[in-house]
């Protein structure tokens, strides 16, 4: 067995260019996917939006049923009929042809019409919510998945230049002005940097079936050539309440209107009636007049109205909380932004000085000035500075989408 001290140096680098030849393969990418804007333009298909939409339609619908009169009722009654002795037959019969109507006095119908306008008000509001809020995972997955692909060059061009190293040290090796260790030490990190690349493509390629789902995409997404995270938010100065205060603001009106509903239905439900009798005996006819009302003796319906104000109380006291929420999380989600756009110009400042480091070591280890540790250190500052500024970008991307979410706007977009 040769010991690895005593194994020919350029078996070894030949063996090493044969590694590093295949470590270096990788696969090629098209397709690229479509604008973010124009991804956000088709925002109304997803799911989330479309569901928001028909549960709008159908309160506008419930708004339109609630406007409408109760049915009037018909009655045909026949007395005195098909008996014993003087009516066994139908000859001594008093047959009655009623119409009767439901009056809806004290406010009843305009009580019901304005609790239906208000659960559809609250339904809109929400739509605006949803095509928000589906906005803003559009944004999510369209930076994630340039991210990734970004992570993924950076981990290929990771490996080219630790593999560019390693052919330098592998020269040095085979002139005898580095220890065969050196060799083994970049075959080393050559085959990490391919493990990260590995990596590093399956999150890209996941996260491209993630931004395929999430914007319905009928091609599978391979690349993203219109950048996102690379955009600075404006920071736009938006003073309307937040969507989910309004939501809040909607629900605790629509509980309000539910109270005046419920003490309506503790009124008496006055129902008249018309209709024409025939007195078989006398060969005559007549008319019938009625009015009914039922006795409030037992139900009141307090409990209902006492529900019904519970319900106010409660959504009164998610509307103080939506708004102590959303103030809370408005001031930190523009501290984040302006901390993001801080970080990114230090990361990008970042990269300057590690590429310029890097280059400089890279002189330095060619003419021997440096060692291959300090190459290895400068190399190891630089890969790290570049993924840093990656995630500097997402996490502005990020604290953008959450003030948009809170702003009700889009991601780098409008108000809604």
């Not at 339109?64 to 009516?87: D, I, K, M």
């Not at 019409?113 to 949803?130: E, F, I, K, N, P």
């Not at 989600?333 to 901390?339: I, K, S, V, Y």
């Not at 291959?372 to 991307?397: G, K």
Request: glycine fraction near 6%.
């Amino acid at each position: 067995m040769i010991s690895l001290h005593r194994r020919p140096p350029r078996f070894a680098a030949g063996c090493a260019w044969a590694a590093l030849a295949v470590l270096i393969a990788g696969p090629a990418w098209a397709d690229p996917a479509p604008a973010f804007e124009t991804l956000l333009d088709r925002i109304g298909l997803t799911p989330s939006a479309a569901e928001a939409d028909a549960l709008l339609d159908a309160a506008e619908a419930r708004v339109r049923q609630a406007a409408v009169r109760p049915n009037p009722t018909l009655g045909l009654e026949a007395e005195n009929a098909f008996g014993s002795g003087p009516f066994s037959g139908y000859a001594n019969a008093e047959t009655t042809l009623s119409f009767s109507q439901d009056l809806e006095l004290w406010g009843r119908r305009s009580a019901r019409v304005a609790v239906a306008r208000a659960d559809a008000g609250t339904a809109a509001l929400r739509r605006d919510q949803a095509t928000v809020e589906a906005a803003a995972r559009l944004a999510l997955a369209y930076a994630e998945a340039e991210a990734a692909e970004r992570r993924a060059e950076l981990a290929a061009e990771a490996l080219t230049v630790i593999v560019a190293d390693t052919r330098a040290a592998l020269i040095l090796v085979e002139e005898g002005r580095e220890p065969l260790l050196r060799g083994i030490q970049g075959e080393s990190e050559a085959a990490a940097a391919r493990a990260s690349l590995d990596e590093a493509q399956a999150e890209r390629d996941a996260a491209f079936a993630r931004l395929t789902a999430v914007a319905m995409l009928t091609t599978p997404v391979t690349s993203i050539e219109t950048s996102l995270i690379d955009r600075a938010p404006a920071m736009p100065i938006i003073t309307s309440v937040s969507p989910q205060v309004r939501v809040a603001e909607a629900e605790r009106s629509a509980a309000e209107t539910r109270i005046a509903v419920e003490r309506i239905r503790a009124t008496p439900d006055v129902t008249v009636s018309v209709g024409v009798r025939r007195f078989e005996t006398e060969d005559a006819t007549a008319l019938t007049f009625g009015l009914s009302l039922p006795l409030p003796l037992f139900d009141r319906n307090r409990g209902n109205i006492e529900a019904a104000q519970a319900d106010f109380r409660a959504a009164d006291a998610r509307l103080i909380s939506a708004r102590q929420d959303a103030e809370a999380d408005r001031n930190a989600a523009e501290a984040r932004l302006r901390a993001s756009t801080s970080r990114v110009s230090a990361a990008d400042a970042g990269v300057t000085a590690g590429e310029e480091a890097y280059r400089l070591s890279r002189i330095g280890f060619e003419a021997g000035r440096i060692s291959q540790l300090e190459l290895r250190s400068s190399r190891t500052a630089l890969i790290t500075a570049r993924n840093a500024a990656v995630d500097a970008r997402l996490a502005r991307v990020r604290a953008e989408i959450d003030l948009a979410c809170l702003q009700g706007r889009a991601p780098f977009g409008t108000a809604q």
